[in-house]
Structures are given as C-alpha cells and as structure tokens.
C-alpha cells in the first residue's frame, strides 16, 4: 500500500470534485481540470476531504495510488490558490518584454525569441528582467517555466541566462594564463 495515497485530501470551501468512470474532473474559483485516471482506484468523498482508495494489493495499483493522489492534490490546490513560478534574466542588456500575447526575450541572439502563451498559462513582466508564469495546472506551469529557461540556460563562467528566482549557479574558474608552466 502506498503511504502517500492513504492520506486524505481536504477540500477547500468552494472547490467541487466529481468522478465518474476514469475520469476526474475538479471544480474551483479559479477555474476547472480534468484528467483521466485508470487502474483500480476508487474516490470517496467524506466531510470536505476526498480520500483514495486502492482496490487491490498489486504493485503496479500502489504505486498508482501514490501518483493519483499526489496529482489530485495538485489539481485541488491549482483550482483554489493557482501556481506560479518566478525568472529572473540575468546579463549585460538583456531583457523581456510581452506584446500582446507573445513574450519578447532579447537574450544575447542576433534576433529576438518570441514565445506564444499558452492556453491556460498566464506570462507576465513586471520588470524588464523578471517573468512570472502563473496558471492552475502545476504540470503545464512548471514546463512553460523549464521552456522558457531553456532559451538560454545559465551559463557557469558569467552567470549570464534564464534561471528561476532564488535558483544558484555554479560558477567555473576561467582559464589560467599558464605562466609558470614548464
């Protein structure tokens, strides 16, 4: 049996969960998710928390349980609070600005990155180098993040990149001018 599946989900005023056949769909303030969930688990609802239960002991069903519940959890606290992850650009001149829809990153290309916003993702710029993306899905929120990082990934000899906010980088020692080698 998995730990993590045996616990409990409280639901917060306002947030409605429903299953019917493998499909899972939750309700909140900020919006609705669904996902389709197979294997032998059943949901039951009882006193504003929603507890999953596994209905046999194979391996394969306890680990399902566990992930199942871990994303459900995710799905609960997307539609009631939301999620966010912060950038920071860090470089000489470098900078992000939003046009409309589209994101504008001038990260040290001969041209600028235009990145589209997604559906279901909200993209902002309250600096010229920061950008938070913000939305209720925490698997759709993290990628647009690891994508946007991904432009330009922190380099280790400067520190130059996208990185997330409170992220360390590593650096390197440059070269050495080989003076004193024989």
């Not at 005023?13 to 389709?36: F, H």
């Not at 600005?97 to 909200?122: D, T, Y």
Request: proline share 4%; charged share 25%.
């Amino acid at each position: 049996m998995s730990r993590i599946g045996k616990m409990s989900i409280a639901l917060p005023q306002g947030v409605d969960v429903k299953c019917e056949n493998s499909l899972i769909t939750v309700k909140g303030p900020k919006g609705t998710l669904t996902r389709e969930m197979k294997g032998a688990i059943e949901f039951k609802t009882e006193n504003g928390h929603l507890t999953l239960v596994a209905q046999n002991e194979e391996k394969e069903t306890g680990a399902l349980h566990g992930l199942y519940r871990a994303l459900v959890a995710g799905m609960v606290k997307g539609v009631s609070e939301g999620y966010s992850k912060a950038l920071e650009i860090k470089g000489v001149g470098w900078r992000a600005a939003m046009q409309g829809n589209k994101l504008v990153l001038n990260v040290g290309f001969s041209h600028p990155v235009e990145v589209a916003q997604p559906e279901g993702i909200k993209i902002e710029c309250p600096t010229q180098t920061d950008i938070v993306v913000s939305g209720i899905d925490k698997v759709l929120v993290g990628q647009v993040a690891a994508d946007l990082r991904a432009i330009r990934v922190p380099e280790p000899y400067h520190g130059y990149g996208i990185r997330y906010k409170g992220e360390h980088v590593e650096h390197k020692e440059g070269k050495t001018s080989g003076k004193g080698k024989k």
